[in-house]
């Protein structure tokens, strides 16, 4: 009985060793897979900077952006979250490339050094998604949801209504809002238009520029105007024999958005819907608010979610892509044509967001540069005071426009 016994006990403990073995097997082949899961988001990339004035420590930091940059971009696929913006690569790769800080994580250093004039670094690292996603979805929030202003002439049941309250405006921002888009109040704007005349005029025919884009920046907080003509018929005649009590009515829209920043034409279209009801003025709402609906979108009933029509993606997507490649005017004062090079260079060098700088001229020690900015004038205009500096200036603001600023610099 003994022996039975002690034979049972050596079994059980070679079978418990077998599952214990087994299982050790098991978690390390996890922990491997695992392991290798994680890696998905690891890799090498190699970036290039151009060497300036011998500053090989300034073109080693920007050859590290570069090839983080890189590595960010190679890994987008895997983690990015499909949306109609964000689904455009080469847009998020433009915002990805300005604000790299902390997205790539554990990374370190595998060859380094001069190579024909640029400063050559290959790095290993590893992609932090939520890092990367963060940065999208910020900046699609500060970039891709603009600050409206509609300014919409309408002839509405033969009555011409001037931009400021129109039954159309009313409408779009009621669709649009309901997506979350912001707009300036429509008292602000009838304010506006009645005690700058002559600059909302302008505005309304598209014209923005100088006084008028400080107008509609400074006085509304606008970021782009939506302006144009609509107009609704009547066609109850084609219901003849058909129902002696609907009104038949018809919407004509044709609609352009301008980006107030730069006045560019954002997005353009035109659009027309029937509107059926018993009463004519409700039917003419009707029918503008069908039309709206087929250009800027509507919310589904199944999901509760708005699905951007094409003029409202049109919008997103090249106002994003504005704010990501701005280009905006610095006029300096203070600099001879040296001091201007070496202040030119540092900026395109050292300032995050900066793509390329462009000399515009200059007449004594006063010049103009055209940089192109990945980010709103206020951030370079921050950015620039921040960093004074290291760039090895001293650098005093003193006005701000959308697209424009003025400085003097003195170097130290």
Same mark, same amino acid.
């Given at each position: 009985?003994?022996?039975?016994?002690?034979?049972?006990?050596i079994?059980?403990?070679?079978?418990?060793?077998?599952?214990?073995?087994?299982? $050790?097997?098991?978690?390390?082949?996890?922990?491997?897979?695992?392991?290798?899961?994680?890696?998905?988001?690891?890799? +090498?990339?190699?970036?290039?900077?151009?060497?300036?004035?011998?500053?090989?420590?300034?073109?080693?930091?920007?050859?590290?952006?570069?090839?983080?940059?890189?590595?960010?971009?190679?890994?987008?696929?895997?983690?990015?979250? $499909?949306?109609?913006?964000?689904?455009?690569?080469?847009?998020?790769?433009?915002?990805?490339?300005?604000?790299?800080?902390?997205?790539?994580?554990?990374?370190?250093?595998?060859?380094?050094?001069?190579?024909?004039?640029?400063?050559?670094?290959?790095?290993?690292? +590893?992609?932090?998604?939520?890092?990367?996603?963060?940065?999208?979805?910020?900046?699609?929030?500060?970039?891709?949801?603009p600050?409206?202003?509609?300014?919409?002439?309408?002839?509405f049941?033969?009555?011409?209504?001037?931009?400021?309250?129109?039954?159309?405006?009313?409408?779009?921002?009621?669709?649009?809002?309901?997506?979350?888009?912001?707009?300036?109040d429509?008292?602000?704007?009838?304010?506006?238009m009645?005690?700058?005349?002559?600059?909302?005029?302008? &505005?309304?025919?598209?014209?923005?520029? $100088?006084?008028?884009?400080?107008?509609?920046?400074?006085?509304?907080g606008?970021?782009?105007?939506?302006?144009?003509?609509v107009?609704?018929?009547?066609q109850?005649a084609?219901?003849?024999?058909?129902? &002696?009590?609907?009104?038949?009515?018809?919407?004509?829209?044709?609609?352009? &958005?301008?980006?107030?920043?730069?006045?560019?034409?954002?997005?353009?279209?035109?659009?027309?819907? #029937?509107?059926?009801?018993?009463?004519?003025?409700?039917?003419?709402?009707?029918?503008?608010?069908?039309?709206?609906?087929?250009?800027?979108?509507?919310?589904?009933?199944?999901?509760?979610?708005?699905?951007s029509? #094409?003029?409202?993606?049109?919008?997103?997507?090249?106002?994003?892509?504005?704010?990501?490649?701005?280009?905006?005017?610095?006029?300096?004062?203070?600099?001879?044509?040296?001091? %201007?090079? *070496?202040?030119?260079?540092?900026?395109?060098?050292?300032?995050?967001?900066?793509?390329?700088?462009?000399?515009?001229?200059?007449?004594?020690?006063?010049?103009?540069?055209?940089?192109?900015?990945?980010?709103?004038?206020?951030? %370079?205009? +921050?950015?620039?005071? &921040?960093?004074?500096?290291? %760039?090895?200036?001293?650098?005093?603001? *003193? +006005?701000?426009?959308?697209?424009?600023?003025?400085?003097?610099?003195?170097?130290?």
């Amino acid at each position: 009985m003994k022996s039975k016994s002690l034979v049972l006990m050596i079994v059980l403990c070679f079978a418990a060793a077998i599952v214990s073995c087994g299982g $050790g097997s098991t978690s390390k082949q996890m922990k491997k897979e695992s392991s290798k899961k994680e890696c998905e988001l690891c890799g +090498e990339a190699t970036g290039y900077a151009q060497i300036f004035d011998n500053d090989n420590s300034l073109a080693r930091d920007r050859a590290i952006d570069d090839a983080m940059n890189k590595l960010v971009g190679s890994k987008l696929g895997t983690f990015v979250q $499909g949306s109609s913006v964000v689904e455009d690569f080469a847009l998020v790769s433009s915002i990805v490339e300005a604000k790299t800080t902390g997205m790539v994580r554990n990374w370190k250093v595998l060859k380094e050094g001069p190579q024909e004039g640029s400063f050559v670094v290959t790095i290993y690292g +590893e992609v932090y998604p939520q890092a990367v996603n963060d940065t999208i979805e910020s900046t699609l929030r500060n970039y891709g949801r603009p600050k409206f202003m509609v300014l919409v002439k309408e002839t509405f049941e033969g009555k011409m209504n001037m931009p400021g309250f129109t039954v159309t405006e009313l409408t779009m921002m009621d669709i649009m809002g309901n997506a979350g888009f912001e707009f300036v109040d429509a008292a602000m704007t009838q304010q506006l238009m009645q005690r700058d005349r002559a600059k909302m005029q302008m &505005a309304v025919n598209g014209q923005v520029a $100088g006084d008028v884009q400080n107008l509609l920046m400074d006085s509304a907080g606008a970021e782009v105007i939506i302006v144009g003509e609509v107009k609704t018929m009547d066609q109850t005649a084609a219901l003849a024999g058909i129902s &002696a009590n609907m009104k038949s009515k018809q919407a004509i829209i044709n609609i352009k &958005a301008i980006d107030v920043y730069t006045g560019n034409i954002l997005a353009t279209t035109s659009a027309n819907a #029937p509107g059926l009801h018993i009463d004519a003025t409700t039917a003419s709402k009707t029918a503008i608010q069908n039309c709206l609906k087929k250009i800027l979108g509507r919310t589904d009933e199944e999901t509760g979610k708005f699905q951007s029509g #094409p003029f409202m993606n049109q919008i997103t997507k090249k106002f994003l892509k504005s704010a990501t490649e701005r280009m905006i005017t610095i006029n300096v004062t203070g600099l001879d044509f040296t001091e %201007l090079t *070496k202040f030119r260079n540092e900026i395109q060098n050292r300032v995050r967001g900066v793509k390329k700088v462009y000399s515009r001229g200059q007449t004594g020690r006063a010049a103009k540069l055209e940089v192109e900015f990945a980010g709103k004038t206020n951030d %370079l205009a +921050e950015e620039l005071n &921040a960093k004074a500096g290291n %760039l090895g200036f001293e650098i005093s603001i *003193k +006005e701000t426009y959308p697209n424009r600023i003025m400085l003097t610099a003195k170097k130290m």
